[in-house]
């Protein structure tokens, strides 16, 4: 069964700075990779999404890259804002598989 | 473009009640899919349907839950007796096809007591 970690669990930065986010996976076999933003009571927002054959995605400030042989994925949040500040979810898709597996997410503060 | 509505927002019911939830995904998807979100975790698939038939429901607890999406667009998951243990964030999500870009609804957040 895929495992999807993510460290750190929380995460707080001055505004303007760059920051990275890690999403780890157990299984390399997979057929996608989606990362979202969940602001606090609310459902989640698709940010990038990342086909098993691409090595990233970018846009805007957003960067996702993907490396499967390491079971790794990053999102490079370039510039952080206030606005920026929410729980920030990675997911998996297995290939042969019907389920998206998600991390457990990065809850990201960007200070004033 | 609209994007997945769900409804109520927010649900409180005593345990052994029955509650219902409604979604309705994005105009054109084939795909939706129902999860159970558990403050703290990321969200569990619950059922993934393809139109109108089941594709995916092995972590769906059959004894208490159901779900259905006739004529394939809109659904309904129902919970029937609730269980404290049931107190959650229930989202929808919809997806053009299978292994698509997924969209989310703002959830629904069911608090049994």
């Known amino acids: 069964k895929q495992e999807v970690t993510q460290i750190p669990a929380a995460l707080s930065v001055p505004e303007g700075e760059n920051l990275v986010l890690n999403c780890s996976f157990t299984?390399?076999?997979?057929?996608?990779l989606q990362w979202f933003r969940q602001d606090p009571g609310k459902g989640l927002t698709s940010l990038l999404l990342?086909?098993?054959?691409?090595r990233e995605q970018t846009s805007g400030r957003l960067n996702a890259s993907l490396d499967k042989s390491s079971g790794r994925s990053t999102l490079y949040i370039a510039a952080s804002q206030p606005g920026d500040s929410a729980t920030y979810l990675c997911?998996?898709?297995?290939?042969?598989?019907?389920?998206?597996?998600f991390g457990t997410g990065t809850s990201l503060t960007v200070i004033p | 473009e609209a994007g997945v509505a769900q409804s109520p927002r927010y649900k409180i019911i005593e345990k052994r009640q029955s509650v219902a939830f409604w979604c309705n995904p994005i105009?054109?998807?084939?795909?939706l899919y129902w999860y159970q979100q558990i403050l703290g975790q990321g969200p569990k698939l619950l059922i993934q349907?393809?139109?109108?038939?089941?594709?995916?429901d092995s972590q769906l607890p059959k004894d208490r839950f159901s779900a259905e999406r006739l004529k394939g667009v809109d659904s309904t998951l129902k919970i029937q007796p609730a269980k404290l243990e049931d107190s959650a964030v229930y989202l929808c999500?919809?997806?053009?096809?299978?292994?698509?870009?997924?969209?989310f609804g703002p959830g629904t957040r069911l608090t049994v007591t």
């Open positions: 999500a919809s997806s053009f096809a299978q292994y698509y870009e997924q969209y």
């Open positions: 299984d390399s076999a997979i057929y996608n």
């Open positions: 990342i086909q098993s054959s691409q």
């Open positions: 997911a998996v898709r297995p290939v042969l598989s019907n389920q998206f597996y």
């Open positions: 105009s054109g998807h084939a795909t």
């Open positions: 349907f393809q139109n109108n038939g089941v594709v995916d």
